[in-house]
Nanobody, 118 residues
Framework: VQLQASGGGLVQAGDSLRLSCAASGSTYNRYIMGWFRQAPGQEREFVAGITWTGVIILYADSVKGRFTISRDNAKNTLILQMNSLKPEDTAVYYC????????????WGQGTQVTVSS
């Protein structure tokens, strides 16, 4: 599956952004999808994940209550709605996918930059 993330930008603290990830090339709705981010000088970290049915959703503690992950299997699209953004949310955001039986995310998008100014 090929992934293409978009929607990043430069915003002020407290603003909102909506990231999208378009999937193609395979049966999108069979994959577990996730968002990760990597800030300069830091390791990539998990942000949010969602099963293909949307029944199970997980968030990193740092984004709980502010970010919402969702997916539209009919449109092969993954969404990350980010509200109340903070400067510490500044990072390159990546969408990723893995097969249901896999233990790690195997497919990655190219990343989209999110910069939050104080």
């Amino acid at each position: 599956v090929q992934l293409q993330a978009s929607g990043g930008g430069l915003v002020q603290a407290g603003d909102s952004l909506r990231l999208s990830c378009a999937a193609s090339g395979s049966t999108y709705n069979r994959y577990i999808m996730g968002w990760f981010r990597q800030a300069p000088g830091q390791e990539r970290e998990f942000v949010a994940g969602i099963t293909w049915t949307g029944v199970i959703i997980l968030y990193a503690d740092s984004v709980k209550g502010r970010f919402t992950i969702s997916r539209d299997n009919a449109k092969n699209t993954l969404i990350l709605q980010m509200n109340s953004l903070k400067p510490e949310d500044t990072a390159v955001y990546y969408c990723a996918a893995r097969e249901i039986t896999a233990s790690k995310f195997k497919y990655w998008g190219q990343g989209t930059q999110v910069t939050v100014s104080s």
